[in-house]
């Protein structure tokens, strides 16, 4: 039995509310459970550095935790000078995900990025993420189409991603906190709505896993990402 | 005329949801218009070095907008490494100003921190954090005392703040983003409901005033304090 | 009775030196009783980026402490590798309070940094070095006329700034350390020769203050800068 | 034909050279084909603060990269004043793997520290590192043992890693440079002797892959770690 | 003949104004000429880390320079971020040149550091602020020795330190910014009252220089020294 | 007797091993005894932003020490977030001494950096990056001339470095770990192969010194680099 009482591949409830700011050329409030997190997609005209006059665009992303999004409050990085490796490990992943998804060339020379701010934590804060920002960047490209900026689609395909780990020797999809922190590994799956695989990584925290395992994981992960293609159709009304 | 159809002494719409994130002793999320920032209110049983063993408690504020909360991306500070003069500056006023309302040997040997994260912003970002903080500080503090932690209560007075200006020669209450840009005078009023002023700041910006101009600002702040005030009773029942 | 025997409309002695050093195009010590602070003003035939090419000039000021100008030392901040938030606070409103006085666009596309180190400190010290460096900034400009770079004066008023506090529950004049770290409220006015106000800023620290509490410093505040008016015109010679 | 002629799942020439400097008490250059890392395993008789008092060790990782151990001069992290999020990334990785091989109650009250220094790179350097470090920290365990300070061998099990990807549409082991950069996916494996994965993480560059070629990277990672646990073995001595 | 008329063993005028501010423990303006330097001994009743318990003090000094104390406005370290290498060098050479004049044992467990800020530089900046330090330090040693603090003076020898440069092919001493710039080799040398040598460092700056030069250089520095030995004296009035 | 048994000016073996690393257009591991130090040389076709279009080159060096090349382990600069004086002390002299043997016009408008990186520590460090980096140096430029990049050879003469100190009361040539941590005066001379000096730093470490005793060290240090110059040309095979 999950300490939630969920089925083993059970995901929580999943909701994307579009719109959730107004500046923002695209926004979300992703909630897996009482993870929640806003995604914004911010539109610039022009790109970093190394691409400059190359005819294509870039899509990166940062991630925050704001102090008190966890059970006790964590120091604030930007008070204390710097990102943690955690932080940066999650957006380098965010950023890698996404640009998965997109065919920079039709981008043309212009950057979105992607920002994810964890308003509340309760484990899987970087698979909403990548799935709250995959809708903020669809509500943003559709607005550069709208506005006759991009002529083709440059958003190749849906991400969506999600926690499985193994729990109590059980696979189990989706973890909360409470899994989280004591599961015996622990892994985070990026796939697409074509079925493939943009990312998998499975981390043994305690207790080693087999190849069979892996799969396991897999599989949980196709199921968990099928609920959230669902909710990210319904945000984008597709 | 101002830009958004108000009168001179009309505030913004103002609301103040409680426990709007579950982890924080205390939490807000207060709208001034357009203006939203999340504020929690986090107990630490610790206080800072220079306090230790003195019997008595601190309060303290932190402040943060994200990166997309305005009209153009701005820079992550986390990412930068750094807090900019304005993000210290604002979150030394709210600390400063909730302290004033604090008796700290009362609140005992405990820290707490009022998170302030602007998530949307629309002007007055630092006069919401303080009048949002101030509901945070009250539910973290009911909580204390209905644990039996604190005997009596150590919140002396309600606390609200507004930003007043003086725009296109008129002296106009609760500027939005619009007015306080091209306003020739700004200040910032922190005032108590026994009809007290904890911090006053006008800064010409433009044009100079003179001592009627300074007063005209005051008598505004108090107008929308008396509607801040009653915003922060609905929010805490009282 | 203050501790200093002064009357409670009393400045210190005000004294501002032309010239201290003689690289920079404006130089003085300035002292207010024993606090003594070193402006200099630098002309640099620069903007910084945000003004390129808009054929105006810029007017900022950074401030900083030597480390045994107090009565213990205080760590360096160069070694610490950050400015405080006090520093930074303090030097916003230098920039600020010299900007209103004058023309950036009679300035012509050039940068005027005002650098206010204190050498002594004894309270005070920010208005001291705001008072200072209007004089450091008349200075530079007047070479910059003499040599023909500029036209007409861009310098539009003289600013004088000072401290005023509630102290034992008394309006006082240009607090010193003394008083200062016991005053009830404390505040900074920043004042024009033309009986206007560039800034006000009143802190209750410890006891609020009403309205008629704000006036009286104001009026105070008058009382000293026309002491400080005479001894920035002596300093100039005009 | 891979660029370097090797078949498919043939792996560089590995070599693990123990002891190669004096002051660390294990120490080896491992040599991954042109890759060439110093790893050094330091113990001290402290844990870091969130274990003390709690009877057990830890073990962590840095790595670094020499600024000229690339093609081109990269800027020195040191002088940069931060390590990149590449490096924190790698070194989270070396750590939690190591650990994944280490009962942290026998080890006692002590840290071991694994720092892995890229001496030379040409891709790999990740994996190079991990399996290399091992045998610094197999090192270093002997040595506690010897001296009577580990009465049990607190090392459960062997650990190596190697890379393996998608280069034109084959799976391939031990990705060097050439291919790495030019790699459609791109993965990294953490094994152990007794046939258990301790970290699998593959990532696609520009291709998306599915199951079947999640499968064959790790078989192929299997192949390529039976050869780095026959290194290790020569390296020791056992 | 030198830019300034001097003769090649004359040394600029010296001044030492002791007791320049008032709340450090030791303060002196030093000058040499155009550059002034502010030295202040701070006394701390604690000792570093590495020397507690020993029964021992320490002296250490830190050297900054006001941004404007140059020809052209320099940046400010604190608001970099950062010391320069250069500085760095100088506060090491303060604080090693004169840790070897103090007995540390007879100073007991406290620590005194020497401030050296350059208020006006015309070179010269590092040798007068150690000859200005020694100064400082004597009178705050002194006034430790009058309160009872200390019993036996720790202080036992009297340290100078001047420049000398070979200029236009001749060697001459205590070089001022216009030789300092163009001189072809260029050295510092503390010298003690007892005819030693605490350090001498002598570089080459676009002309080598050979034993017979090194000799001449540090004869000249002899001759300096004796006069600022004799204005260290006025300084103490011993 | 010294700890190691050698006479009062034997240097310890010296080696440099020319094309240590591969990718760096001139590297060298340099040992003198067990001090081990790999130096490489980066060529760059820019110069920095104060030489641009000045039609010369330039020369610097980064210095760094792995953490545990020294006998307990130091932190990493890296993760610090800043290098220590000492170690902006170390590149500034190499990097000083390097362009005394180079003809910045002659390399025309190119930087080459020595990167000098201490694998393993046992005393004068820097003195053997010093004369490792200029066989790096040499490595370089002479490619730079084979591809006609270069027409006329920059470099000026040969250089070499070597630590000399009083221990026990003997002037001593090449001071190991163990002499230099007991040393009383400790120097580093950089000298050239026609009997100049580029460099000659001397420091009292607890007794001082007079002119008697900086001559024997010069003495001694010319003794040493004869040895240094032949392992040079050597390594060069000149």
Redesign the interface.
Known sequence: MRPSGRAPDQMRAISIEPNF????EG?VLVSFG?T?V?C?A?V?EKVPPFLRGKGQGWVTA?Y?M????????GS????K?????????I??LIG?SLR?AVDLQKLGERQI?L?C?V???DGGTRTASISGAWVALRIAVDKLMAQGLIANDPITRKVAAVSCGIHDGTAVLDLDYDEDSTAGADGNFVL?D???????????E?E????E???RL?RLARIGCTDIFAAQDRATGR
């Open positions: 700011t107004r500046h923002a926004s009482d929640k806003l914004t911010s610039e940062e925050g704001l102090p008190r999004a966890t059970h006790t409050r604030r990085e930007a008070a000078g710097k990102q943690s490796g955690r932080t940066q490990e957006q380098r890698r998965a990025t920002d701010d308003i509340q934590a697409t074509d079925n493939n695989i943009i990312e998998a990584q499975v981390t043994a305690g080693c896993y087999d190849e395992g892996l799969l897999l």
